[in-house]
């Protein structure tokens, strides 16, 4: 079965190489390791994560603008829509991150407890959990 792979990279944005085996394989050796912060799934793209949620801030911030200057309902909504889709992209970005670290990087005690954290997240993204 092919995996599929969601990224959290713009069309236009340069997209790391990223080596045969995975990243996962260097997070998984960097999270078995004694380090200080536990390493997360998101760790590896942790600069376009934070960069893509400013920019979901800042328009956050222009709806304020809009609803402040009295605009188009249609308008604001058509932003809404937008940031929502931007959000799903993130959550997405973060679940493939867990799905590929803590997951199957997770000791074999550990994998069924996971699973289940992960597939009742993705219920609350559906709205049905």
Known sequence: ??????????STEAKPSIPPEGICVNLLAMSRAKTTSPVRGYM???DQLLTRLRRIEGQVRGIQGMVADDRYCIDVLTQVAAIQAALDKVALGLLDGHAHTCV????????DERTAEMMAAIGRLL???
């Open 127 to 129: 709205g049905r959990g």
């Open 1 to 10: 079965m092919p995996v599929i792979r969601l990224s959290l990279f713009r």
């Open 104 to 111: 199957v990087g997770a000791e074999t005690e550990q994998r």
């Open 44 to 46: 590896a793209t942790k």
